[in-house]
T-cell receptor
Framework: KQEVTQIPAALSVPEGENLVLNCSFT??????LQWFRQDPGKGLTSLLL?????REQTSGRLNASLDKSSGRSTLYIAASQPGDSATYLC??????????FGTGTSLTVIP | DGGITQSPKYLFRKEGQNVTLSCEQN?????MYWYRQDPGQGLRLIYY???????QKGDIAEGYSVSREKKESFPLTVTSAQKNPTAFYLC?????????????FGSGTRLTVV
C-alpha cells in the first residue's frame, strides 16, 4: 500500500524567509501529486497539481517539484508571509482512482 | 461557480441517533469521497464512489453508510453503531480520468455528539 510521509510535521519561520516542505511516497506508480492548504476548521484548498510526466509547477510564490523515481516532492514557498500560516498536505493519485494523503506540515510564519 | 457544497457546517448528534451529512457537487465529476479528520491526525477514507449506484468501503467504513443515486450527490449517514463520531467530515470529488485535475474538496461538516 502506498505510504505518504511529510517532514517536518511542524515548522515555524520568521516572515520573509524562503522555505521548503517535503513529501515522500513509497510507490512511484502514481498519476499525479497534489499539494493542498488547510486553514483551521476549513476544507482543503488545492494549491498545485503535478502530473507524473511533469517535473514542476509554479503558482505565484509557490513552486512544487516532483521526482517520481525517487518518490519525492517539495513545495517551495518564497518570501513567506503570516497569511501563509496553515497546514500543508500532499496527496498522490495511484491506480484504481485511489488518493493517498500525508499527515501534513503545520506552518507558522512569525511576523 | 462549480464546486462542492457540504451541509450543514455544524451538526450535533445525540447518543443513539443517526444523522446524515449532505454533499453535492456541480463539477460533473464521476468520483466522490468521504473522509474523516480528527484533531492532529491525517485524513482517513470512509467511503468512495466511482460511479452512480456503486460505492466501496474505505479504511474506516464501520458505523457509516452512503448512497449514490445521483451523480451530483453522495450523502453520508453516521449511524448509532459509530462509537466515536465526533470529528470533522470532508467530502471530495474527482474526475475518473487520472490525468484530470485531481481532488476538489468541500468546506467540511463538524459533527459533535452531545
Amino acid at each position: 500500500k502506498q505510504e505518504v510521509t511529510q517532514i517536518p510535521a511542524a515548522l515555524s519561520v520568521p516572515e520573509g524567509e524562503n522555505l521548503v516542505l517535503n513529501c515522500s511516497f513509497t510507490d512511484s506508480a502514481i498519476y499525479n501529486l497534489q499539494w493542498f492548504r488547510q486553514d483551521p476548521g476549513k476544507g482543503l484548498t488545492s494549491l498545485l497539481l503535478i502530473q507524473s510526466s511533469q517535473r514542476e509547477q509554479t503558482s505565484g510564490r509557490l513552486n512544487a517539484s516532483l521526482d517520481k523515481s525517487s518518490g519525492r516532492s517539495t513545495l517551495y514557498i518564497a518570501a513567506s508571509q503570516p497569511g501563509d500560516s496553515a497546514t500543508y498536505l500532499c496527496a498522490v493519485r495511484g491506480p484504481g482512482n485511489q488518493f493517498y494523503f500525508g499527515t501534513g506540515t503545520s506552518l507558522t510564519v512569525i511576523p | 461557480d462549480g464546486g462542492i457544497t457540504q451541509s450543514p457546517k455544524y451538526l450535533f448528534r445525540k447518543e443513539g441517533q443517526n444523522v446524515t451529512l449532505s454533499c453535492e457537487q456541480n463539477l460533473n465529476h464521476d468520483a466522490m469521497y468521504w473522509y474523516r479528520q480528527d484533531p492532529g491526525q491525517g485524513l482517513r477514507l470512509i467511503y468512495y464512489s466511482q460511479i452512480v449506484n456503486d460505492f466501496q468501503k474505505g479504511d474506516i467504513a464501520e458505523g457509516y453508510s452512503v448512497s449514490r443515486e445521483k451523480k451530483e450527490s453522495f450523502p453520508l449517514t453516521v449511524t448509532s453503531a459509530q462509537k466515536n463520531p465526533t470529528a470533522f467530515y470532508l467530502c471530495a470529488s474527482s474526475t475518473s480520468d487520472p490525468r484530470g485535475y485531481g481532488y476538489t474538496f468541500g468546506s467540511g461538516t463538524r459533527l459533535t455528539v452531545v
